[in-house]
């Protein structure tokens, strides 16, 4: 099966910079790769995903990179603010069956300090 | 737009007691239906999912069972939890459409199982 594996676990930052957060996964038949933010107590939110005919997509301050050769994928935050501290989880999906498995690698607790 | 509901929102349960977790969405028709768990901290764990109407299929062998008699309604249940089963539950849906991958996640129940 599928296998996602999220790199840092922890990750902090200081607010203005950039953070990265990196990904790797092992089926080559997984097409849709989306990335949620989960703040404390939340529900995971849909905040970026990309297609793998697509190398790159960006919505302001994040984007997300896709290298279906390396099997690597990136989400990039921009001008951090306190509000992007979360978790924020990366995962791999494809369609199994009529529906689409995701599998989700396993977080990065973003803090971003003031 | 399309809305998706549960509840309760917390629950406390003594072991062995039975647990009934009610996941409903608005605005869409025959959508896939997902039920994930969340330990403390840790990733998402898909539980099951559906693609109809009485249609079940389970990831992970364990004593929950699930349930869709409606086609925007999805049941998780159990005869008698066990202490590991705390967690915090998500439903999640995603559209019928081809081609439309993204999954959205309901509010979630925080269970403890005392």
């Known amino acids: 099966g599928e296998n996602v594996e999220q790199h840092p676990s922890t990750l902090s930052v200081q607010e203005g910079d950039s953070a990265v957060i990196k990904c790797t996964y092992s089926?080559?038949?997984?097409?849709?790769f989306p990335w949620y933010k989960q703040e404390l107590g939340k529900r995971p939110q849909l905040i970026i995903d990309?297609?793998?005919?697509?190398g790159e997509k960006k919505d302001q301050r994040i984007a997300v990179t896709l290298n279906k050769t390396a099997k690597h994928f990136s989400l990039h935050i921009t001008e951090t603010q306190p509000e992007d501290s979360a978790v924020y989880f990366c995962?791999?999906?494809?369609?199994?069956?009529?529906?689409?498995?995701?599998?989700f690698g396993t977080g990065t607790k973003l803090q971003v300090i003031p | 737009s399309q809305t998706i509901h549960q509840w309760p929102a917390t629950l406390v349960q003594p072991v062995g007691s039975p647990l009934s977790l009610e996941c409903t969405v608005e605005?869409?028709?025959?959508?896939?239906l997902y039920w994930y768990r969340q330990a403390a901290g840790r990733g998402l764990q898909l539980l099951f999912y559906?693609?109809?109407?009485?249609?079940i299929s389970s990831e992970v062998p364990q004593n929950l069972s699930a349930s869709r008699p409606q086609d925007r309604q999805f049941i998780l249940s159990s005869k008698k939890l066990l202490l590991s089963d705390s967690g915090f539950y998500l439903c999640?849906?995603?559209?019928?459409?081809?081609?439309?991958?993204?999954?959205?996640f309901g509010p979630g129940t925080r269970l403890t199982v005392t």
């Open positions: 999640a849906w995603s559209g019928p459409v081809l081609g439309r991958y993204e999954q959205y």
């Open positions: 089926d080559s038949a997984s097409n849709y």
């Open positions: 990309i297609r793998s005919n697509v």
């Open positions: 995962a791999a999906s494809k369609n199994s069956g009529g529906y689409q498995k995701v599998t």
């Open positions: 605005g869409t028709s025959n959508p896939n």
């Open positions: 559906s693609v109809g109407i009485g249609q």
